[in-house]
């Protein structure tokens, strides 16, 4: 069975910094894309970052774009995000995916909770 295990969250101050993982199971990790979704309440799940499964292009979305970078290591079967410079607003529960088709996602785990605050 398919299974993304995120990890890596707390809480930070803001201009902080976190690095998160995702361990991947159950799925030829280095044939799917993957990306980094977050969620905060009474809000819509958004897509944060992608990565192609060769790890050779990368999306950000506007609001993160210079201060968070994705990665991925095909042999460790994992993907991690780097979150620099943190806000109050990126506080949300970060959740990794591997995409299927565009708007199709392998797996939704738990999530890791992300609080920026002072």
């Known amino acids: 069975q398919v299974q993304f295990v995120e990890s890596g969250g707390g809480l930070v101050q803001p201009g902080g910094s976190l690095r998160l993982s995702c361990a991947a199971s159950?799925?030829?990790?280095?044939?799917?894309?993957m990306g980094w979704y977050r969620q905060a309440p009474g809000k819509q799940r958004e897509l944060v970052a992608t990565i192609t499964s060769g790890g050779g292009v990368t999306n950000y979305a506007a609001s993160v774009r210079g201060r968070f970078t994705i990665s991925r290591d095909n042999a460790k079967n994992t993907a991690y995000l780097q979150m620099n410079s943190l806000k109050p607003e990126d506080s949300a529960v970060y959740y990794c995916?591997?995409?299927?088709?565009?708007?199709?996602?392998?797996?939704w785990g738990q999530g890791t909770q992300v609080t920026v605050s002072s």
């Open positions: 995916n591997g995409v299927v088709v565009a708007g199709q996602y392998a797996h």
């Open positions: 159950g799925i030829i990790f280095k044939i799917y894309d």
